[in-house]
């Protein structure tokens, strides 16, 4: 008898994807089946030079979300100047490949212009957000599945009342720089789903729990106040040191007040931090994996979660290569396709939770 290994190995491979891989169905057709969506943070330029890179996310994704482009600072990098180019390319990528497309993200303390902290002060602060809304929502008006409005609004630890973040918005207008850029996106692009996004929400401490509760809080006052809210999306950037503090019954319910709200949710930023594990590779991805699915079939649990986005696809290009290396160098191994884009047990973990789902 044929090694089943061996025998899909002899398979020539259709579209370049290798041919072991066909055996099983690519993730977007396992998320369409279950009415869901699977995507990945996208690199530029990447995704137009690396024709492996863009090869793989057209089969595995029916999601696409920009990882840096939209951030102020790149497509907006002057006062008067947008840059469009980057997402232009990556919008037609999508729609070439039948994908939807997020946008991330209108307003956020970090890659912000450098222009910005000249300009802006509290009588043109306004203004300066809603050009900035109106001009970058209104390009693909029509064309966006959904916006990450405001991004990390909230750190409990900066002590403000209500648990904002002091950001350089929350500076100049204090927390209602919030409701005016949802409802400045609303204005620029009417079809698209508006999403308030944090981190930091995932585990059954106390940390977790604090955060969970000022963001509860905020959405729960947005939706009081009518401010045009669509959906909440959760970063998930999990790591397997802080493991044992997640309870998937504590998860169920953060989602579960979060969809009481009508609210659509999202899985954003999902990826695994692999430091804690030993460099042995079998043994690491099993426990990246572990994680994921333990993660995501709580997560899936509650019928508002409607997309599940990896940050990045590949272990060969993702953020935590700089941020959490290996202390033995060893390359790290956080997200679903391995350098070679080879399917890892991650992928399958999540391949399993969506189908864990049922149809
Ligand atoms: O992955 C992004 C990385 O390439 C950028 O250098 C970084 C800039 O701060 O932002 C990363 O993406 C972040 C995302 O936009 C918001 N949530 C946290 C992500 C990881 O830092």
Not at 107 to 110: G, K, N, S, T
Not at 271 to 279: E, R
């Given at each position: 008898?044929i090694?089943r290994r061996?025998?899909l190995?002899?398979?020539?491979?259709?579209?370049?994807?290798?041919?072991a891989?066909?055996?099983?169905?690519?993730?977007?057709?396992?998320?369409?089946q279950?009415?869901?969506?699977?995507?990945?943070a996208?690199?530029?330029?990447l995704?137009?030079d690396d024709?492996?890179?863009?090869?793989?996310f057209a089969?595995e994704?029916?999601m696409?979300?920009?990882?840096?482009?939209?951030?102020?600072q790149v497509?907006h990098?002057?006062?008067?100047?947008?840059?469009?180019?980057?997402?232009?390319?990556?919008a037609?990528f999508?729609q070439?490949?039948?994908?939807k497309m997020?946008?991330?993200?209108l307003?956020?303390?970090?890659q912000?212009?450098?222009?910005?902290?000249?300009?802006a002060?509290r009588?043109?602060a306004?203004?300066?957000?809603?050009?900035?809304?109106?001009?970058v929502?209104?390009?693909?008006?029509g064309?966006?599945?959904?916006?990450d409005?405001?991004?990390e609004?909230i750190?409990?630890?900066?002590?403000?009342?209500?648990g904002?973040r002091k950001?350089?918005?929350?500076e100049?207008?204090?927390?209602?720089y919030?409701?005016?850029a949802f409802?400045?996106?609303?204005?620029a692009d009417?079809e698209?789903?508006?999403?308030?996004?944090?981190?930091?929400?995932?585990?059954?401490d106390?940390?977790?729990?604090?955060?969970q509760?000022?963001?509860?809080?905020?959405?729960?006052?947005?939706?009081?106040?009518?401010?045009?809210l669509?959906?909440?999306g959760?970063?998930?950037?999990l790591?397997?040191a802080?493991?044992?503090k997640?309870?998937?019954e504590?998860l169920?319910k953060?989602?579960g007040?979060?969809?009481?709200?009508?609210?659509?949710?999202y899985?954003?930023?999902?990826?695994?931090?692999?430091?804690?594990?030993?460099?042995?590779?079998?043994?690491?991805?099993?426990?990246?994996?572990?994680?994921?699915?333990?993660?995501l079939?709580?997560?899936?649990?509650?019928?508002?979660?409607?997309a599940?986005?990896?940050?990045?696809?590949?272990d060969?290009y993702?953020?935590?290569?700089?941020?959490?290396?290996?202390?033995?160098?060893?390359?790290?191994?956080?997200?679903p396709?391995?350098r070679e884009?080879?399917?890892?047990p991650?992928?399958?973990a999540?391949?399993?939770?969506?189908?864990?789902r049922g149809?």
């Open positions: 008898m090694e061996s025998f190995a002899a398979l020539p491979a259709a579209a370049g994807i290798g041919a891989a066909q055996a099983e169905r690519p993730l977007r057709e396992v998320a369409a279950r009415g869901m969506w699977f995507g990945a996208a690199s530029w330029p995704l137009r024709e492996v890179y863009a090869r793989h089969a994704c029916n696409l979300v920009p990882e840096n482009v939209l951030k102020m497509v990098p002057e006062p008067e100047r947008y840059v469009f180019i980057p997402w232009d390319f990556l037609s999508c070439k490949h039948g994908m997020r946008g991330h993200t307003v956020w303390h970090q912000m212009a450098p222009w910005f902290q000249r300009v002060t009588e043109n306004r203004r300066l957000l809603e050009e900035h809304i109106r001009t929502a209104g390009h693909y008006r064309k966006i599945e959904s916006w409005v405001v991004n609004a750190d409990v630890k900066d002590g403000v009342a209500g904002y950001t350089p918005w929350f100049l207008l204090g927390s209602e919030i409701d005016f409802r400045a996106a609303r204005e009417p698209a789903g508006l999403v308030y996004n944090d981190y930091g929400l995932d585990y059954a106390e940390g977790s729990a604090a955060k509760e000022a963001v509860l809080r905020l959405l729960r006052g947005m939706r009081e106040r009518k401010v045009p669509d959906g909440f959760t970063q998930a950037h790591n397997v802080s493991r044992e997640f309870r998937p504590a169920r953060f989602l007040e979060v969809a009481a709200l009508g609210l659509k949710i899985v954003t930023e999902l990826d695994v931090i692999d430091q804690a594990l030993p460099d042995d590779v079998e043994a690491r991805d099993h426990g990246v994996a572990e994680f994921y699915e333990a993660y079939s709580a997560a899936l649990d509650v019928k508002a979660v409607t599940v986005l990896t940050w990045g696809l590949t060969r993702t953020w935590l290569a700089r941020r959490n290396a290996r202390p033995s160098g060893a390359p790290i191994r956080p997200l396709l391995d884009y080879q399917r890892k991650a992928w399958r999540i391949a399993r939770a969506m189908e864990g149809a």
